[in-house]
């Protein structure tokens, strides 16, 4: 009886020992702007966070909190992650703008193809690539782009003209200055801010991916969708999944392996992927609801491409004046999203 007695004794020590704390669950929490429903949170955060809980055999525990409900708004979210405020986010790059310069390169107009997957292992290549040092205090996860952006207007755009005056909503500055460039009055807001933006009329429309007029019911608030020719879009966002780096590093080298396992190229492809399935969802209830849907034809697209083109020279003039080699930046990120498009 005395040898069972210190039989558990020990037991019930070695649970409190050192060793043993290094094995218990690791709980973090994932904080990202949309709601769980929307395109990324469905179709590409929550099934990676089954993926790695299983494949951690249950030792990593993420909690999502979506709809920025652990407070702060959506350009915060950077900072909230490199703060340690929260272990991991999910963020639209542009919302910082200056933080990640190197990024906009893949914002420029008719930059990227019109395959998600295609352009998002773009940029995770171009990033591991030529921003290594511009993620202080992050573990980066994935980078990846939405597909084709389009405009989406209470009035029909059918050609370049049809843009004037019109105030549309743009999620970054650099997509901002372009609208400006082809005659538009851009307004620069978070993609939650548009619904009720729209209904007030506060802008006339926006422009976004189809997939993003899901949770916004952008077919319901507006009628028209404007479209373009070719094998290029008009432009796209960029999106960072981040982990904070300190979170990472706390982590046992096996669940660590878990992590890195599922970051990477493939882990942005797999957020393409999503983008494009939620693309097509986006256009069927489009085309379902009876919407006037506007795709331009090659000469009117090359109309818009000239007239943008001096985005992407003033881009290249003004990161050279901060010492990037912006040229190759630009020259790189076509060739990669050529290479990927293959």
Excluded: C
């Amino acid at each position: 009886m005395l040898k069972k007695l210190i039989a558990a004794g020990f037991v019930a020590g070695l649970a409190l020992s050192p060793l043993a704390a290094s094995a218990q669950d690791v709980t973090l929490k994932l904080h990202q702007l949309l709601p769980l429903k929307a395109t990324i949170p469905a179709g590409f955060l929550t099934p990676w966070i089954e993926k790695v809980e299983k494949e951690s055999g249950g030792r990593i525990k993420i909690e999502h909190y979506p709809s920025m409900q652990l407070g702060g708004k959506p350009p915060q979210l950077a900072q909230q992650v490199t703060d340690g405020a929260v272990d991991m986010i999910w963020t639209v790059m542009g919302y910082t703008p200056g933080r990640f310069p190197k990024a906009e390169a893949f914002e420029l107009p008719f930059m990227i193809s019109t395959s998600a997957e295609a352009s998002s292992r773009a940029l995770q290549e171009y990033a591991e690539k030529h921003m290594k040092d511009d993620f202080p205090g992050m573990k980066v996860i994935a980078l990846h782009t939405h597909g084709p952006g389009l405009i989406h207007s209470k009035n029909p755009v059918g050609k370049l003209e049809d843009l004037k005056g019109m105030k549309l909503r743009g999620p970054t500055r650099v997509i901002t200055d372009m609208l400006a460039t082809l005659g538009a009055v851009p307004v620069g807001m978070p993609v939650p801010a548009v619904p009720e933006a729209v209904s007030k009329g506060v802008i006339d429309g926006a422009v976004i991916p189809w997939e993003v007029t899901l949770p916004l019911k952008m077919s319901e608030l507006v009628k028209n969708h404007t479209g373009f020719s070719g094998d290029k879009a008009l432009y796209t966002a960029t999106f960072l999944f981040a982990m904070n780096q300190a979170s990472y590093d706390k982590l046992p080298a096996d669940l660590k392996k878990v992590i890195d396992d599922n970051s990477g190229v493939e882990a942005a492809a797999w957020a393409g992927r999503a983008m494009e399935a939620g693309d097509a969802v986006g256009l069927k209830k489009a085309q379902g609801a009876g919407n006037n849907i506007i795709t331009l034809d090659d000469a009117e697209t090359k109309r818009w491409a000239e007239a943008a083109a001096s985005v992407e020279k003033a881009w290249i003039a003004e990161m050279s004046g901060k010492g990037l080699d912006a040229q190759a930046l630009v020259d790189d990120a076509k060739a990669l999203i050529a290479k990927h498009s293959k």
